[in-house]
């Protein structure tokens, strides 16, 4: 990706080329695929930005005009980006952006202004939320209707979920839309050698909630569901889960024996396996920018969002990916007529006769979009930032002793207070390995290894500080300081 100023140059002097007009107008839709993503980013972050659309010299007054009202700047956006989806060509090499590429940015951008509109009364444009979700909707039926694309599904809800992201060429796979190529002669590489472990990414024990029961029931109906253990949470549960984190039984390439989580006192415990080629190789994997499966959520959420989502529209998206994993289908009356407290809470905001079937639809992208980065775009398209102000928790344990952490009922570490010393030798399990020792103590405890709620029980903590997240304020990012300074003129907004 370059920059803007590479983007004016290209959409100002690409007519000068001796090559026909189709192929022109393919490189002018590339150039404003590129411009589109880039304002969409600046609108996501800032809401009033300046337009340009042209190159600008060191002299041009234009530089020192203020902030363009949001509603333009999306408008030139769409604009941008529906010449990208009917020019670009259809058929170009691997991992290139090609037409659909385009229709799918183009969806994924509509979504965001409609639901933006519609939940955000500061900006007083709820009155053309619509016009964005219907195009949400145009677009994406349109991939649908294309019959390019499917969801990838061979009959194994054990393994077709994650192999999405544990393979080292999607070339063939009919949910990759647009791929980041796995290339190390091109220095192309995927991440895969970081993402699995207890110092990078960290999943909520909210996160974890939230995937169903393997029949369709919610985790949070079961009795004693918030003091599970390890091994417990992930009994019965909705395949993805599994696919996504590390689980008890878990075996790591090249070992024989499960692997043992290594519990790291400022995360929450969790190990995400998501996107880990589990190799002795260490081999990369090619990465999915846009998938199938956005679209079918895409289009769900516009059409419940408006008010007019029916039975087969679920049939023909959200129950699509349900049945990938072997979920009993979504059903809209039971939806809208049994709606999760707990989500509920959360959503304070949704509301009407779809209120049911827009949550189930919401976790349904929490869940199959985990750890892909969508979350944090969604809580602030959905007005929904206070959900931020809660603390992160992680693994419950009921209290100092030995736990199995692999499921197979032997015992493989064991918790002691941080006023204790660590045995030596250290005690051994029914299998003549040492237990791994840990020692439990409130957050910041210096001589804990192991931060709990309680002390010495409860769930594994990151932090103590409670975050705060001011309305409206913080949907919006401060314009930087230096930037100010050198064009008076863009003043802040929110509060900011």
Sequence with gaps: MGSIKEYQLFLENYGKADIEKEAKMHFEGLGKYYRAEFYFNKVKRYSDVPWYSKTLDPEDESLFKPRDPRAM???????????????????????????????????????????YRKYHPELN???????????????TKELMDSGNFGIYYTGNPDQDYAALFSSEDLSGNSEAILVNVYDVDKKKTSGNGTVFGNYEQSASKALMDSYLMADGTRFNEQIGYDTFTFVEEFQNRD????????????????????????????????????GYNNSVESAGVDIAV?????????????????????????????????????????????????????????????SGSNKGVILEIRRERRVEFAAEAFRFDDLMRWHAGKIL?????????????????????????????????????????SLGVDLIYYKA????????????????????????????????????????????????????????
């Design 290 to 350: 846009y998938r199938y499966a956005e679209a079918l959520l895409i289009y769900a959420e516009a059409k419940a969002e408006m008010g007019d989502i029916e039975q087969n529209d679920l049939d023909i998206s959200v129950n699509l990916l349900r049945q990938r994993a072997g979920l009993p289908n979504l059903d809209i009356n039971t939806a809208n007529a049994s709606i999760d407290p707990s989500m509920e809470g959360d959503f304070t905001n949704v």
């Design 73 to 115: 700047v999306m408008d030139s956006i769409i604009s941008d980006i529906q010449y990208a989806s009917q020019h670009i060509r259809e058929n170009v090499s691997y991992g290139n952006i090609d037409k659909w590429s385009a229709l799918m940015l183009q969806a994924r951008i509509a979504l965001y202004e409609g639901t």
């Design 125 to 139: 444009l709820q009155g053309t939320a619509n016009v964005f979700l219907e195009m949400a909707i145009n677009a």
């Design 239 to 274: 395949p993805r889960l599994s696919q996504t984190f590390v689980y008890p039984g878990w075996v790591s390439a090249g070992s024989i024996n499960p692997y043992i989580l290594e519990l790291n006192k400022n995360f929450t415990g969790y190990h995400q396996l998501k």
């Design 389 to 429: 102000e809660e603390v992160p928790q992680g693994l419950y344990f009921p209290g100092l002793g030995k736990y199995d952490m692999t499921g197979d009922g032997v015992e493989d570490i064991s918790i002691i207070a941080s006023n204790e010393d660590i045995p030596s030798p250290k005690e051994t399990n």
């Design 441 to 496: 103590g409130f957050f910041g405890d210096s001589s804990a290894s192991l931060f709990l709620t309680n002390g010495t029980s409860g769930n594994m903590v990151t932090s103590v500080d409670q975050p705060s997240f001011v309305e409206p304020k913080y949907y919006y990012r401060p314009i930087p300081a230096h930037q100010v300074a050198l064009n008076p003129q863009l003043t802040q907004i929110m509060g900011w």
